[in-house]
């Protein structure tokens, strides 16, 4: 398995990704990174982890100052959900290397099933502890609401979803 720490995920949640790209349909696909803020009433700095996960997932690109929506974020903003899901399991399978690398390992078991642990020890070799737990988290997040896997906090496991592997 290709090592996952790479690209580092944003710790962000979807829903907040969802919204930085319906702000940006809403200026017309493209703004400043500096008048969103203000506008918002937030730091620039605030905004960066939702920018990164819009570049990673290439729903949206960076031009200077200015973020700018693509086609694929645009598809994804005026989405219903069950799409939105289905666009983001694309996107992150391809583009967000921790989510495709569980993905790929939960494929290559038998029983399509791993305990977290096995993830957290890989994220370790790149990141601390807790960064390697927030890592997990984000990617057990995007996973789940792409219906890419599914995650038991009991037993720690994450399961492949059926047809997850078509996203590969």
Request: aromatic share 6%; hydrophobic share 45%; charged share 25%.
């Amino acid at each position: 398995m290709p090592a996952p720490t790479n690209t580092p995920l944003p710790d962000v949640s979807v829903g907040g990704l969802a919204g930085l790209l319906e702000i940006l349909v809403a200026r017309g696909g493209q703004d400043g990174l500096a008048e969103i803020a203000d506008e918002l009433s937030f730091e620039i700095d605030d905004l960066l982890p939702l920018v990164d996960a819009a570049v990673l997932l290439q729903l949206a690109r960076i031009d200077g100052a200015d973020i700018a929506i693509t086609d694929a974020g645009r598809e994804f903003a005026a989405a219903d959900i069950l799409t939105s899901k289905q666009l983001f399991a694309r996107h992150a399978a391809k583009h967000a290397p921790l989510v495709r690398a569980i993905v790929q390992a939960l494929a290559a078991t038998d029983g399509n099933t791993l305990r977290e642990g096995f993830f957290l020890d890989l994220l370790r070799r790149g990141f601390s502890a807790e960064e390697a737990r927030s890592q997990l988290q984000t990617a057990i997040d995007w996973g789940r609401y792409a219906e890419l896997y599914d995650y038991d906090r009991d037993d720690a496991r994450l399961t492949l979803e059926p047809g997850a592997q078509k996203y590969l």
